[in-house]
Structures are given as C-alpha cells and as structure tokens.
C-alpha cells in the first residue's frame, strides 16, 4: 500500500479522531488507554496525532514539548470520543440510516488516485468494508451528539448570562475592571549598534548625557527630540503619548515610575541605545463603574466561559461514570 493511500485512508478513517481500535494492532504492549474496555492502542494514537499535527503547527517544526502537547490532546480526544459515542448507545442515539453510512463511503471513493479502489486498499490493509462502515457509523453517531449537545449548551450558557450574571461577575471580579495608572512620556533615543563595540556604545552614552544636560538646563525637550532622536517620536517632539505600565520597555518604565511630572531621566540604556525622557503626566489607575462597560464585549466573553464551563462539566460527567484505564505511558 503506497505512503499516499495509507495516509487517505487514515484520514476517512479517522474522520473526526474517531480512531476505533478495531484497525489497529491490539496487541498487549500496543494498548495506551482501555475505556468501559474499548482499547486505544499506539498505532491509533499516532494516527489521530498526525492528523491534528497540520491543524496545530500549519507545517511548521515542531518541539518535543509541543509533540508532547499535541499527543496529549489527540489522546483526549479519543477518549471523549469512546466517552460520547457510549452515551450516545445509552440514550438510545445511536441509530444512522444505512445510506448516510454509504455515502460517505461513495465520497471517499472520489477521493481515492487513479487506479485505486477502496477494495484494493482495504484488502492491502486487512480491514474489511464492513468494518470500514462501522467506523463511519461510530464517526456520526459522535458528530450527532456532539452537535446536539454544542447546541444545548450554547442556548443555555445564552440564558444564564443575563444582566443579573454579568453584575454579579464584574463584582467579584473588580480588578479585571480597573483601568491600570498611564504616563506621558517624551523620549530622545540615541542609537547604537549592538554589533558595534564599546567604543560605538561610549559615543552614544556622551551624546545622551549632553542632551539630558541641556534638557535638565531647562532646553525645549521637544526641539531637542526633533534635532537628536533616533525613533519614530522624533518628528512629534518626542511625544509617546498616553502608556499603560507595561507597555512599554522595561527600562523605561522602571525610570518613568521614580520621576515626578516635568522631571527629566536618563541616560538610559536599553538593547536600541540610550534614552532621555521627560515625565510630561500620569494618571492614577481608575475603576471602571459597571455602567461604563462594553456589555455586548462582556456578554461575550461570558458566554464563552459559561460555554466552556458546561461542556467541560459534561464531558468530566461521562468520564467519571466511566472506566478509563491508562495501560501504558505516553512517549
């Protein structure tokens, strides 16, 4: 079976990463995780990896760590996939008309290169049709009640988010709500090439301390940015506008917090060079009232937790009335 046939027919067969064991190797030393007894083995772990890989790294290389990370999810998946389809089989939802289940064999047909067939690759791999369609069936009984269930709990984290939810979070959570303290800086940068040896970086500091001298005498700081800085302020006199701690540079921020308004600092240095800058304001940090915020944002973004919250409830629900054994660790 050629490299290309096989990773097309992983690719149906996994459809989902519902990747059941019944077409992989089961030997003992195989078996990863056993749920209610349903085994997932190594060579299905692999797979379903493999085809969450492009959807995580968009082809790019890939740690060890993040190998790690996206096998890990694989394997979640899978599980909360035997998890869904046993729920499904209890609540009696597991019933797919034969003819769905054909064409989507028919569409995997399409899909195959020419001079293959479906019988071909299926004989090569030891899987019989039946048990191709078997899997299809596992895959939308899955895909139904997972589309059932995002449905149920959309419409109800929508309605347990009203105006009484969101005020009740905002109290409990004020300090999410706090606008942080702002500065208004100037700044004169003096560049020097990192590359560029001590000598460069000497100049560059004698430059800065003779414009921070003039600044401190009491020169215009904004004249003084347009005739020496090196960055895009230069043209604005220097003027960085309104910043939130944080935003800007380590080095500069930390210089910014000792100064008091029309105070002068520096030299400083930073990787670009050295920095004058002049505190022209601050801000302290203000709580923002619950009638100043964006409610739509905010709905929002509760609805999504809420979402999460129900879904994570439910999927934990049916791992906890279920039996899911890990065999053998994880590589």
Known sequence: MSSFSKRLLAAAVFVALLAPASF?????????????????????????????????????????????????QALDKLINNELMYKAAVETK??????????????????????????EKILKRSGITLANLKEDFRRDMVVERLAKKKTEETKKLSEKTVDEAFMKDYYQKNLPKFKEPEQIHLRSILVKADPSGGQKVWNESLKKAKDIAEKAKAGEDFGKLAEKHSEDPFAKKGGDMGWSHKGE?????????????????????????????????????????????LNKEKLEKELETKEYKRLWNGWLKSLRDSSKVEFVTPLK
């Open 24 to 72: 992989a190797a089961t030997s003992p030393t195989d078996v990863i995780v056993k749920v209610n007894g349903k085994v997932i083995t190594r060579e299905t772990l692999d797979t379903a990896t493999n085809n969450l890989l492009p959807l995580m790294t968009y082809h790019q290389s890939v740690s060890d760590e993040k190998m790690k990370e996206i096998q890990r």
């Open 93 to 118: 939802q597991d019933d797919v008309n034969p003819k769905e289940i054909d064409a989507r064999v028919k569409e995997l047909k399409k899909k195959l290169p020419k001079g293959e067939t479906i």
């Open 248 to 292: 800007l540079i380590p080095e500069i921020d930390d210089a910014a917090s000792k100064l008091k308004a029309g105070e002068i600092g520096g030299p400083i240095m930073s990787i670009y060079g050295y920095h004058v800058i002049k505190l022209e304001g601050s801000k302290p940090a203000v709580q923002k009232k619950y009638e100043e």
